[in-house]
């Protein structure tokens, strides 16, 4: 049995045991396992750590551990340049991209309100999300722990709210995101960036009331949806300013 001291910091805590938080505590492994592998058997997924400390040097997920190693391991700084301290991914993300699994449908839509590319499908697997979120690079947002844990799954975030609006909130917080937010230029429906488009080309797609009052139309470049500022514009401004505040 390998004997190693182990402390997590921050929100990582909210995946341990009570009585191992916001404290270094004691923990034995078969063998010399990986940190990777020694951090997940505590409840927290790799893809929520940026930093791991092995003695107080920066190491990647496939140190193994040795007897009497002090571990010590910190979430994601997203929001801050931490090159020097990286081993465990090429560099934080300084443009976000998301995937979001079957259950955080209102959240997806809720960041894309915020012009931020949210990929989101139901019929996804596991497996999928795993897949799409490596392969493009984005950050997998499950509340799914085991998810969190495949291998091949970099970068991943599990919202600990139940509501979407409040998710919206943590999550802007989370990654630094008012800075980034493009509001309102992205299908809500599909994902797809909404561009400018003159009233002549979209005025057979509206209905007739919206055509003689409406001038301002924006069309997304993937579904064709057209948008303007109808009777619900005023409630998404409103719903954007409010998160936004909360968020900051």
């Known amino acids: 049995?390998?004997?190693?001291?182990?402390?997590?910091?921050?929100?990582?805590?909210?995946?341990?045991?009570?009585?191992?938080?916001?404290?270094?505590?004691?923990?034995?492994?078969?063998?010399?396992?990986?940190?990777?592998?020694?951090?997940?058997?505590?409840?927290?997924?790799?893809?929520?750590?940026?930093?791991?400390?092995?003695?107080?040097?920066?190491?990647?997920?496939?140190?193994?551990?040795?007897?009497?190693?002090?571990?010590?391991?910190?979430?994601?700084?997203?929001?801050?340049?931490?090159?020097?301290?990286?081993?465990?991914?090429?560099?934080?993300?300084?443009?976000?991209?998301?995937?979001?699994?079957?259950?955080l449908g209102r959240l997806a839509g809720y960041l894309r309100l915020f012009g931020f590319d949210c990929l989101y499908q139901t019929e996804w697997d596991d497996a999928a999300l795993a897949s799409v979120s490596a392969r493009e690079e984005r950050i997998l947002l499950t509340r799914d722990r085991g998810l969190l844990k495949r291998t091949e799954v970099t970068r991943g975030y599990c919202p600990r709210e139940d509501h979407p609006r409040r998710q919206l909130v943590e999550v802007i917080r989370r990654f630094d995101l008012l800075g980034a937010a493009q509001p309102l230029t992205r299908c809500i429906a599909c994902n797809g960036e909404l561009r400018a488009v003159p009233k002549a080309e979209v005025i057979a797609q509206v209905p007739d009331d919206v055509a003689e009052t409406r001038d301002v139309f924006t069309r997304c470049r993937s579904c064709r949806r057209v948008y303007w500022e109808g009777s619900h514009f005023a409630r998404l401004i409103a719903l954007i300013e409010a998160a936004a505040g909360d968020a900051a």
């Open 1 to 103: 049995m390998t004997r190693l001291t182990l402390r997590a910091y921050q929100e990582l805590n909210d995946f341990l045991h009570p009585s191992r938080r916001g404290k270094e505590f004691e923990i034995g492994v078969n063998g010399t396992p990986s940190v990777k592998d020694v951090v997940e058997s505590v409840g927290v997924p790799h893809t929520e750590v940026d930093v791991i400390l092995v003695n107080g040097e920066s190491v990647d997920f496939g140190r193994l551990v040795r007897e009497g190693d002090r571990l010590a391991v910190y979430p994601q700084f997203e929001s801050l340049d931490i090159t020097s301290l990286l081993r465990l991914r090429p560099a934080p993300l300084r443009q976000p991209r998301f995937a979001l699994d079957g259950h």
